[in-house]
């Protein structure tokens, strides 16, 4: 989201309650069992899902692209608390290091797609799909219809979230009908692409799979060769891949334009809602001075030479390494104050 679809008041809110979703979860982590194996899976799993969501697939015959938002795929792979902490931390690294998604925004960018598929999505439905213990079949079913339900829950808080803000310009009604159906589209593709990844990941190591769920020791298991193979492929993904992506709008932004088109009844090219992104006021103009400061390579670009490819594989390698760094180090203090056998308010 960008900031201007929030007014200051929702948009600082988010923020707050974010904050404190994630304070919690840094206290409540401490009663999973994770081990010092889990560190570099937190980190590795986070850099993949930061290069994941760099890539934009076509959805077919729409006009409209979308990406993965990861919550789903890091809760199968960690646990839904440990999940939510790394996909927080890569979407606060995407705000502050590549402007992407509004600095006002990030609370409900983080609340929309780390708080709702990893602390709701995961316990209400992911679980309760896999009850009986992990397999190919139950790993397919739990990861498309937990993507679906997650992206359509995600996609009617954009539309509340733009309707508490009083964005006139986009009508609850059209708005709605228009996000809804095409991120359930977003969703079963990102269902498919999770799928295939836990999938991957059960084959090679099971246990990875049942600690998540039950939050248990991987006693004697290693991790090695899992944490080696996601991160071959984030790096593939967020240098090479993301070279080749759909030039379509994504599913909000083509929802927007397409609102905006209904409601003056003219075209209206993905250009003409600059409006609606760039904000007003002194609350959006701070924010984005603030960004203008620390994005080093705003839209995963070179500042001064948009246009070269370069910029985009750097932003993808670059971006994936500081997410492995942040979430890997957020593992590794949760595992040293296990061990201190400090108090959780400590944390």
């Known amino acids: 989201m960008a900031d201007a679809l929030l007014s200051p008041v929702v948009g600082m809110a988010m923020n707050t309650v974010s904050a404190v979703a994630i304070g919690v979860s840094a206290a409540k982590v401490r009663k999973y069992e994770i081990s ?40 199968g792979l960690l646990g839904g608390v440990p999940a939510f902490l790394s996909i927080a931390a890569v979407l606060i690294i995407q705000c502050l ?11 409900s960018n983080i609340f929309v797609l780390g708080a709702i598929p990893c602390l709701v999505v995961y316990p209400l439905v992911w679980k309760p799909l896999m009850k009986g213990g992990a397999s190919h079949r139950r790993l397919t079913v739990a990861s498309i219809v937990s993507a679906v339900i997650g992206l359509e829950l995600g996609a009617f808080g954009v539309v509340l979230l733009t309707l508490f803000s009083g964005i006139t ?33 059960f084959k090679m190591r099971p246990e990875l799979i049942d600690a998540a769920q039950s939050g248990g ?26 070279l080749f992506v759909s030039s379509n709008p994504d599913g909000l932004e083509w929802s927007v334009e397409r609102t905006l088109e209904n409601a003056s009844g003219g075209s209206v090219s993905i ?73 959780a308010n400590n944390v």
């Open 169 to 201: 310009s986009l009508p609850f009604g059209t708005f709605a009908a228009l996000m809804l159906p095409i991120h359930l589209a977003i969703g079963v593709l990102e269902g498919i692409v999770t799928a295939a990844v836990l999938c991957f990941v």
């Open 271 to 343: 250009e003409g809602i600059e409006d609606i992104e760039g904000g007003d006021g002194a609350v959006h103009t701070g924010a984005a001075g603030v960004q203008d400061n620390t994005a080093f390579l705003p839209d995963y670009a070179f500042a001064d030479d948009p246009e070269n490819v370069a910029g985009t594989s750097l932003s993808g390698i670059v971006g994936a390494a500081i997410t492995f760094a942040a979430a890997g180090a957020a593992g590794l203090v949760i595992t040293k104050v296990k061990k201190s056998g400090r108090p």
């Open 217 to 242: 020791q991987l006693g004697g298991v290693s991790v090695k060769k899992v944490v080696i193979t996601l991160a071959i492929l984030a790096v593939l993904t967020g240098g090479a891949l993301s």
């Open 97 to 107: 290091f590549f402007a992407d998604g509004g600095l006002l925004a990030l609370g």
């Open 36 to 75: 010092d194996k889990m560190v570099p899976l937190m980190g590795v799993a986070g850099a993949m899902v930061f290069a994941g969501q760099m890539i934009n697939f076509s959805i077919p015959g729409t006009g409209s692209s979308g990406h993965i938002g990861g919550g789903v795929l890091l809760a």
